[in-house]
């Protein structure tokens, strides 16, 4: 398994250039990864490992642009692909490789170079995940998702007891014991998260990414479709309110919103009373012209106009009621 990814990664980083063609490829490119072949894209299926749920149209154009320039050329680009046999059929499965051969489709090429090998499930599962980090592309709930998945295959447990692993090592570090960092099992985390790109820790990993994955179920969607980035659905996920947080979500999508104007919708959207709030206030308070008497001696005591901010807010508001009153003076 280490060898694999050794090899594979070297492929990642020294992926060959334009000028390779397809006689390049009619000996073992690698022992490690296996043979290259010439495989029909039809009969290559998804791997039920993959780690990512959208890929970027943009960046599979900008490979299929260049693949293209392969297929003017009459050859098929190197690119790093792994595909393994399904037993009893003539089709395959990917372990990794799926976005650069939905590239390949794109650029109108019904077949793909790619490495062939019999690999059993537990150790495609890791290198699946573990090619996806390599690359370093993933959305932050993919990353998340995937790191889990790549642990639970090298520790051979679930992920769910990942989590209770590093949920016992923080709970043991505050109480000043150390059962389970002794252990062989977590020395094996530790050595992962060595290997991962980005200097994640064990105790960064727990405390920064676990939580991605407790957002609401609307705000995870987004996310995994690459809809929005992590900073901006970190920001709507802090709104309560399922149908307040549905239509700034919507409406940061399909305005490609900055976060600081969702910042901003959502302070407006705290200062703003509920319906229902409105209702209660009108039914318990005095009638509205002694409710106006009230308001006026409550600024003059409140510390609100002394604050530039607030004060703006308040002639805003103030501004608008002038302008109805005179618009219903002037019909």
């Known amino acids: 398994m280490r060898s694999r990814l050794d090899a594979l990664q070297s492929l990642i980083v020294e992926e060959p250039a334009v000028e390779e063609t397809t006689h390049l490829f009619s000996q073992p490119q690698s022992a490690s990864l296996g043979f290259v072949q010439l495989l029909e894209i039809a009969k290559i ?12 149209p943009d960046k599979i154009e900008k490979m299929a642009a260049k693949f293209r320039k392969y297929r003017e050329r009459g050859t098929h680009p190197k690119t790093a692909i792994l ?45 699946s995940v573990a090619e996806n980090l390599l ?32 949920d016992r090592a923080a709970n043991q570090r505050k109480q000043s014991t150390n059962n389970v960092i002794r252990t062989e099992q977590w020395q094996l ?5 060595d290997e991962l790109p980005g200097r994640i820790t064990p105790d960064s990993f727990r405390a920064n990414y676990l939580p991605l994955l407790n957002l ?4 995870l969607d987004a996310l995994h ?14 709104v309560k309110d399922e149908e307040a947080r549905s239509q700034l979500l919507t409406q940061a999508v399909d305005h490609d919103w900055s976060i600081r104007t969702i910042r901003e919708q959502i302070r407006e959207l705290k200062e703003k009373p509920t319906l ?42 103030l501004l608008a009621i002038e302008s109805y009153i005179a618009k219903v003076e002037n019909s």
Do not use: C, M
């Open 276 to 317: 229902e709030a409105a209702e209660t206030l009108i039914q318990n308070e005095l009638p509205l012209p002694e409710r106006i008497g009230k308001l006026k001696q409550r600024l003059s005591r409140s510390k609100v106009l002394s604050d530039p901010k607030h004060a703006k807010k308040v002639e805003s508001w």
């Open 83 to 127: 595909v393994r046999p399904l037993p009893g059929t003539n089709e395959y499965e990917f372990v990794f490789g799926e976005s650069r051969t939905i590239a390949h489709t794109q650029a109108g090429f019904d077949t793909v170079l790619a490495f062939v090998d019999d690999i059993a499930d537990a150790e495609a599962r890791e290198l």
């Open 189 to 193: 985390l530790i050595d992962l998260f």
């Open 216 to 219: 609401p179920s609307d705000v």
């Open 45 to 56: 299926r998804r791997s039920p490992f993959q780690p990512r749920t959208f890929f970027n």
């Open 225 to 238: 479709q690459g809809k929005l980035p992590y900073t901006k659905a970190r920001a709507i996920a802090g």
């Open 135 to 166: 690359r370093e592309d993933l959305n932050p709930i993919e990353k998340t998702e995937a790191i889990l998945e790549l642990a639970a295959a090298r520790l051979h447990i679930s992920t769910n007891e990942v989590k209770q692993l590093l």
